[in-house]
């Protein structure tokens, strides 16, 4: 068994210093970086050809059928060839080599995308009637899901040289999210805090929730100021970065004929906009319970004033965790057993000898946690484990989630009709942590250990319904101040920003000045309207749940899994059960937390 680590760890190891074991395995997407080389030489080399199709598209039904195979099997190839650039540029973003990949692929893809800009100008060209005639044939069959979800893009797909300049301007408009990527995780430094026992630990994205767990004040407003002095000395290049973002966000959506950048994000989902505007509504009409549960804080830890750096702390201090990552899967594989064998058991494998998680912090490592997936390679997962962070163990489950939502996915459905979008990769998710918190509230009599399950399901309630509205509200507010032609300064981000704190937190909680800067760090923000899927997907996915746990019944919810991108969001969790339609899914997850807070409020009165 490989050393874990833990916060006692002096300093934050160099990617070389890792050992196997606890890195993910690539080579099911390729060998070595000789064999990446080849592969994306052999890419560049056979794309061109997709110009024989140019001008034809609309001569038959087989040439169109022809295209979009050959289109096929260069996605496939682009697809391996840009995870594994992407992957070894996340595990290090100060290795020069996998930097010098990154960026060649970045600035390939560019001209890879112009190269096939001309589809669909061309199959929008083709009138309906004929259209209509050939999907009645044996040739389209298997596209036909594909090219319903193109040609319904019609009034916003451009004349071919157009789309092929927007695809060129593609790779500059992402200037922003790499900037911020470099700025944050790799020239940013926030030095050190010493913890309760006086040893002296770095203080990094990655860690700071560490901090900011510890039972100490005064460690945790010292890695809190620390870190956002940081931000502070950056705040008006991460500003401009973020300006730049949202700029290029509304240029696309403009180009394309949307009336607004967040119409132009939810189109391709079919998703209305009454949706996110529910979401809003009906979170900011629960915030008297979120600003009750403060003062519970409040009164739990004796403080005479609760500040953003308190809201994390867990309120049973007579619980300490320390659980090895190893500890966590298992964990976690007992929480989705109802899921039945094939589940457990594919991802017991890859989570154990698969090597699908690359595991804790390492120099130069992309902070937080994602999943990765593709169709030629098992899905991947970058954690940050940390054995004293609780949270992470959800982090994981999380991550798991997405993993075999995309593993399921890749075996049932086509390669054009296997990726699901993230609005529905959000309820795959947040179904496992669900599962987890049932689980282990299951497994406890202690009524301490249950307190503080109850309190973390109420912060992670907290943190992905109700943080994300807010960050989705922000999103929506700055991208309106661009379309309105206003000016995005520094000072708009912090005031928009500082509304919104001042709701969400209420009176009670002080809003310290620096935390306006909040906004500059949250990497979602480089992809523009992602963040409300959060919320939404915890708010279907507290409903699934629900019926799995009380009927038993899997088969509908794996057969969610399975649909992959075979249709638009909305219908495919109406099958499934959840109207997202209607605000009650987002309200039955804010009474869950309601009935949280009375719990824990009880709970503790009797402690």
């Not at 034809?56 to 059928?65: D, G, P, T, V, W």
């Not at 509504?281 to 739990?300: Q, S």
């Not at 992809?527 to 919320?535: E, L, R, T, W």
């Amino acid at each position: 068994m490989s050393q874990l680590p833990s916060l006692a760890s002096k300093s934050t190891p160099i990617r070389v210093e890792v050992p196997k074991e606890d890195t993910w395995n690539l080579t099911s997407l390729f060998s070595h970086d000789a064999e990446w080389e080849s592969a994306f030489e052999e890419l560049r080399s056979r794309y061109s050809k997709i110009h024989e199709f140019r001008g034809h598209l609309s001569e038959s039904s087989e040439i169109l059928k022809k295209c979009l195979e050959f289109e096929r099997e260069i996605d496939l190839l682009t697809e391996r060839v840009h995870e594994y650039a992407m992957l070894r540029i996340s595990e290090d973003s100060s290795n020069a080599s996998a930097l010098d990949r990154g960026a060649r692929f970045g600035n390939f893809s560019s001209h890879f995308r112009a190269a096939f800009s001309f589809i669909a100008p061309e199959i929008q060209s083709i009138p309906d009637d004929i259209f209509d005639q050939w999907l009645l044939g044996s040739d389209l069959q298997e596209w036909k899901t594909v090219l319903y979800k193109l040609r319904r893009t019609k009034p916003h797909t451009l004349s071919e040289s157009e789309e092929r300049l927007l695809a060129l301007v593609g790779e500059a408009l992402g200037s922003p999210d790499e900037i911020f990527s470099q700025l944050t995780n790799v020239d940013m430094k926030f030095g050190s805090v010493r913890d309760e026992n006086g040893h002296e630990l770095d203080l990094t994205q990655s860690s700071l929730s560490s901090f900011l767990l510890k039972h100490d004040g005064t460690i945790r407003r010292e890695a809190f100021e620390k870190f956002y002095t940081e931000f502070s000395d950056h705040r008006y290049s991460l500003s401009a970065a973020l300006m730049g973002t949202v700029r290029g966000d509304v240029f696309q959506a403009r180009a394309r004929k949307f009336s607004s950048a967040r119409e132009a994000a939810l189109f391709y989902d079919d998703v209305p906009v009454s949706v996110y505007d529910h979401l809003i509504h009906t979170v900011r009409k629960n915030l008297p319970t979120l600003h009750r549960y403060y003062a519970l804080r409040r009164r739990v830890l004796k403080l005479s004033e609760v500040h953003a750096y308190d809201t994390a702390v867990p309120l049973v201090t007579s619980i300490q965790t320390n659980i090895s990552f190893d500890d966590a899967v298992e964990k976690v594989l007992a929480a989705v057993a109802p899921l039945g064998e094939e589940y457990g058991k594919v991802l017991r494998e890859g989570l154990t000898s698969g090597r699908w998680c690359d595991r804790y912090e390492n120099k130069g490592k992309r902070s937080g946690a994602f999943s990765a997936g593709s169709y030629s390679a098992p899905p991947y997962i970058l954690m940050n484990y940390k054995r004293d962070v609780f949270a992470d163990i959800y982090t994981l489950a999380h991550e798991a989630g997405h993993s075999m939502h995309t593993w399921y996915s890749r075996k049932t459905q086509s390669f054009q009709d296997y990726h699901y979008p993230i609005f529905l990769a959000e309820v795959a998710s947040t179904f496992n942590e669900m599962l987890l918190t049932e689980y282990l509230l299951a497994e406890t009599t202690n009524p301490a250990m249950r307190a503080y399950l109850v309190n973390r399901q109420i912060d992670d309630l907290r943190g992905t319904l109700f943080r994300q509205t807010m960050f989705a509200e922000f999103e929506k507010i700055i991208h309106e101040v661009e379309e309105s032609g206003q000016a995005l300064t520094l000072d708009c981000f912090r005031s928009s920003y500082r509304s919104l704190l001042n709701a969400y937190f209420g009176n009670e909680v002080v809003i310290d000045d620096v935390l306006e800067l909040e906004c500059l760090r949250i990497p979602h923000f480089y992809n523009a309207f992602y963040v409300y899927k959060y919320a939404t997907g915890i708010s279907a996915a507290v409903a699934l749940s629900r019926k799995v746990l009380d009927s038993g019944e899997t088969s509908t919810y794996l057969s969610f899994l399975q649909s992959g991108g075979s249709q638009f969001p909305i219908p495919t969790l109406k099958t499934a059960g959840v109207d997202m339609n209607s605000p009650k899914p987002v309200q039955n997850a804010l009474d869950l937390f309601a009935q949280r807070v009375d719990e824990l409020e009880a709970l503790l009165k009797e402690s």
